[in-house]
């Protein structure tokens, strides 16, 4: 069997306050599959735009005179201007609802004051996760709050846009919105439905 070319652009997407640069970098990858040796040689390059170092420097340089992603987004109120957004962005979503009818029926009993501790939990949940000063703690894991919804990547992926809708709406930078992206990106494998989650 010969060889073959290989070409691909993977997408890199951390959490790491060091890497986080990393989610907003081209990648492209370049190499050779070795049926005959049973291996893969590869290089993978980073691509940069013109400036782009710069502009990470100064981005960096704002991190660290600002401190935490928390106060960076605005302190308690931006962060709860956001939960509440967002939350009422889900509750609203013609598209999930309609999209997973378990959803759209746990989201018909959040009125009123289960509104407001949803909105509640949901800020106390992002302050904690941005570095606030918040003592949140869950008292049930994600999974378990989660899995009788049988969420699917396509709901996440509805939710994606939700959330990034919400904190262009209220004013996040770029750099902070990728930051929150990432962190909230890492919840998912407690809350999207994985295929052992069938046998339940």
Request: net charge positive; glycine share 6%; charged share 30%.
């Amino acid at each position: 069997m010969p060889n073959s070319a290989l070409g691909w652009c993977p997408r890199l997407l951390t959490g790491h306050p060091r890497y986080l640069w990393l989610n907003r970098t081209l990648h492209v990858g370049v190499g050779e599959l070795r049926p005959r040796e049973t291996r893969v040689e590869y290089d993978l390059f980073v691509v940069n735009v013109a400036g782009e170092d710069v502009l990470e420097a100064k981005s960096a340089n704002r991190t660290n005179e600002r401190g935490s992603l928390y106060n960076r987004l605005g302190g308690e109120a931006a962060v709860h201007a956001i939960a509440r957004d967002f939350v009422d962005a889900l509750l609203g979503n013609i598209h999930l609802n309609r999209q997973n009818r378990k959803v759209a029926v746990a989201h018909s009993t959040v009125l009123g004051e289960r509104r407001r501790k949803a909105i509640q939990l949901s800020a106390d949940m992002l302050c904690k996760l941005t570095g606030g000063p918040c003592d949140y703690a869950l008292t049930r894991p994600l999974r378990d709050t989660h899995v009788h919804l049988d969420i699917t990547e396509a709901d996440w992926s509805l939710m994606r846009v939700d959330l990034e809708r919400v904190l262009t709406k209220n004013h996040i930078a770029k750099a902070e919105r990728n930051e929150v992206m990432a962190i909230i990106e890492r919840t998912k494998v407690e809350i999207v439905k994985q295929p052992f989650d069938q046998q339940r």
